[in-house]
């Protein structure tokens, strides 16, 4: 088995650190930001620092792969989040109505989901990666540069551990990058002589608004329409979370500067109210201060294979520190332990003997199983982020794409048809890819079929320029 560097100790790096250790490697995980998980929910939310992660008290959501993992693959993490108070929750069951959802179904477990506040849930996670044997995580341990030994390819460098911000060298067998958005591994890539890795960087363009609630009895508000919905130049996000608590989030483009307004928590509030659909989610105590704000954020794509040739061996990076885009459709966690898994598959089919033939393997198994998604969410971005800048102009956005077309139009279908419902459901809680969904015909052209109107099909709210009037008043 293999003595494996894990650098970042966020949900995908723990989560990645438990799933290798049950396959008897020796893992160390290496986190910058000092503070130990706190051993109860309130204290997770209110007291621990994770300065290394900007989102950490904006909305989450934790979505059914996510979940679906955790119970195949880390049963014990599964059982301490509830035991901590995480919500599970199946929409086909508790949510939609039957007269949408067609009655239950053989199979709709798997649109389970089982969620809570970012800080309650890495909490747990890293108490369980604690106590498991095999992983041992080093807090408060910063890390400074990629330690190399001798080329298992000529002109290619080999990493064999890493050195820390006190000198300390710790070697390995494999490095796993899972700093997340911030990663250094370019530049740690640069100093020991390898090619930057080729990147595709753009501003995803969006900037959000988030607070988060409590109800006095437990219960949650009742959900009139899609956790992320888009009305106009704006999008709402309503999450529920762990023990009685949700969030709240507006999301809208960074360029559309009147909204920068909605820092202010009058006027994030006259905004939301505003939504006939969400308003209701207000009606319960805040427990934070003021409105988090999560803007600058990057869409991004690293490759580490160029010209069919690794930039280096013996390092990987999964999750963010591969490839990120806009947290809005809450993907990131489910991509991330989908990434682990991959590591870990490939792990166990081709091993560490051969560093060159290890490195291109999981670049390929990342391209056909992972990337994908990136894909996916990303173009959906894009295509959202010029809706928005088409509406603030007075326009409409008609791209002459026939993905885009088809995703509407199942969105429109979805409380019309129940298998159109589902196929939504897949897309949205990352069980199956637009393009895997759209493979079948018949279901694409009965979406097309029943959601034609769905420039029609939208959610109340504000017009423009009442929007305008609500921020600036």
């Known amino acids: 088995m293999a003595k494996v560097v894990i650098v970042g100790a966020g949900v995908i790096g723990l989560g990645t650190a438990m799933l290798l250790a049950q396959d008897g490697h020796d893992v160390t995980v290496f986190e910058r930001d000092p503070a130990p998980p706190p051993s109860s929910a309130p204290d997770a939310w209110k007291v621990w620092e994770r300065r290394g992660v900007n989102q950490f008290r904006l909305p989450h959501a934790f979505l059914a792969r996510f979940r679906q993992i955790l119970d195949t693959e880390l049963p014990k993490v599964s059982r301490a989040l509830e035991a901590a108070g995480a919500l599970r929750m199946n929409y086909v069951r508790s949510v939609l109505p039957e007269t949408v959802t067609g009655g239950w179904r053989p199979g709709d477990e798997s649109y389970e989901l089982l969620t809570g506040r970012r800080s309650v849930t890495e909490a747990v996670l890293a108490t369980v990666a604690e106590g498991t044997a095999g992983v041992s995580i080093r807090r408060g341990t910063a890390v400074a540069a990629l330690e190399t030994g001798a080329p298992v390819v000529p002109g290619i460098p080999h990493v064999n551990g890493l050195r820390l911000q006190n000198g300390t060298i710790v070697h390995a067998d494999l490095v796993v990058d899972v700093a997340g958005r911030r990663s250094a591994l370019p530049a740690w890539l640069a100093e020991i002589g390898a090619r930057r890795p080729s990147e595709e960087l753009a501003d995803s ?45 507006i999301v809208t483009t960074s360029a559309d500067r009147a909204l920068l307004a909605l820092r202010d928590p009058t006027r994030w509030e006259a905004v939301v109210r505003s939504l006939p659909l969400v308003a209701h989610w207000l009606d319960g105590e805040p427990i934070d201060v003021g409105v988090k704000v999560m803007a600058k954020l990057e869409d991004r794509y690293r490759g580490f294979v160029i010209d069919g040739e690794p930039v280096a061996t013996g390092v990987v ?22 990434h682990a898994q991959v590591l870990r598959d490939q792990l166990r089919a081709v091993g560490l003997g051969d560093p060159k033939r290890f490195a291109e393997a999981f670049y390929i198994a990342t391209a056909e199983t992972v990337e994908p998604w990136y894909r996916a969410t990303f173009a959906q971005d894009r295509h959202r982020l010029h809706e928005v800048e088409a509406a ?4 409409i956005y008609d791209p002459g794409d026939p993905l885009y077309e088809a995703e509407k139009a199942l969105a429109a279908a979805g409380p019309r048809d129940p298998d159109c419902l589902r196929a939504g459901l897949d897309i949205r809680l990352v069980l199956r890819r637009p393009d895997e969904v759209f493979a079948d015909s018949a279901l694409r052209e009965r979406a097309l079929e029943l959601g034609e109107d769905w420039r029609e099909d939208t959610p109340p709210g504000p017009t423009r320029e009442e929007l305008l009037s609500l921020v600036g008043s």
């Open 392 to 395: 603030i102009r007075g326009d």
């Open 205 to 249: 363009g969006f900037v959000y608004f988030g607070r988060h609630f409590r109800s006095a009895d437990g219960t949650l508000p009742a959900q009139f329409g899609p956790a992320l919905m888009h009305i106009g130049t704006i999008s709402s996000l309503s999450l529920p979370a762990d023990n009685g608590t949700w969030s709240l989030g």
């Open 317 to 338: 990076a999964i999750g963010d520190s591969w490839a990120c885009s806009n947290p809005a459709n809450g993907r990131g966690a489910s991509i991330g332990m989908l």
